[in-house]
T-cell receptor, first 116, second 115 residues
Framework: GAGVSQSPSNKVTEKGKDVELRCDPI?????LYWYRQSLGQGLEFLIY????????KSGLPSDRFSAERTGGSVSTLTIQRTQQEDSAVYLC??????????????FGPGTRLTVL | AQSVAQPEDQVNVAEGNPLTVKCTYS??????LFWYVQYPNRGLQFLLK??????LVKGSYGFEAEFNKSQTSFHLKKPSALVSDSALYFC?????????????FGSGTRLQVQP
């Protein structure tokens, strides 16, 4: 079956521009997560969706970062006025949520963002 | 707060030898523990998890991990390493008793298996 897909796979942008990153979770997975993987910072949690709502946004580093999820499926992570320190691989993951929190998360291949 | 430590940036082992990748955690309450592997230019792949029950957990590709509550450790092991096991390994923790779903990851350990 299809796994988590992300697009684009690579994005190069200029400082100050806005970017949108897309995530398609596994069909039937109600939970969706965004993480960021950067050199020196490891893997950082950004935001968690349950359905279309985001009960945990605690990892978003600044108000330049936002995310939405529509139809309980596709999610878009938007970074406004990009800065060089935003350069990283952005990973999306999804999981089943059935009243438990121990279901493993399945990760997409990531979007490599480079801000020049 | 919860945290994960992977004390070794890199582990080198000869093919056919046993391997161990270390992980210790800090969390208030009971943990859920996970191991993921990342191959070059690929996303993270789930290997195994500890929820409750037996302290020895078996996972994909012949890997296993042992949960040790007194030492707050969850080391990843394999009896006989393969060259194809060379990758970046991440340990992760999640508190059992909260609704917070996000994983907290360690910094990763690069495993290099030499032929």
């Amino acid at each position: 079956g299809a796994g988590v897909s992300q697009s684009p796979s690579n994005k190069v942008t200029e400082k100050g521009k806005d970017v949108e990153l897309r995530c398609d979770p596994i069909s039937g997975h109600t939970a969706l997560y965004w993480y960021r993987q950067s050199l020196g910072q490891g893997l950082e949690f950004l935001i968690y969706f349950q359905g279309n709502s985001a009960p945990d946004k605690s990892g978003l580093p600044s108000d330049r970062f936002s995310a939405e999820r529509t139809g309980g499926s596709v999610s878009t992570l938007t970074i406004q006025r990009t800065q060089q320190e935003d350069s990283a691989v952005y990973l999306c993951a999804s999981s089943l949520v059935g009243g438990t929190s121990y279901n493993e998360q399945f990760f997409g291949p990531g979007t490599r963002l480079t801000v020049l | 707060a919860q945290s994960v430590a992977q004390p070794e940036d890199q582990v080198n082992v000869a093919e056919g030898n046993p391997l161990t990748v270390k992980c210790t955690y800090s969390v208030s309450g009971n943990p859920y523990l996970f191991w993921y592997v990342q191959y070059p230019n690929r996303g993270l792949q789930f290997l195994l998890k500890y929820i409750t029950g037996d302290n020895l957990v078996k996972g994909s590709y012949g890997f296993e991990a042992e949960f040790n509550k007194s030492q707050t450790s969850f080391h990843l092991k394999k009896p006989s390493a393969l060259v194809s096991d060379s990758a970046l390994y991440f340990c992760a923790v999640k508190r059992m008793d909260t609704g917070r779903r996000a994983l907290t990851f360690g910094s990763g350990t690069r495993l290099q298996v030499q032929p």
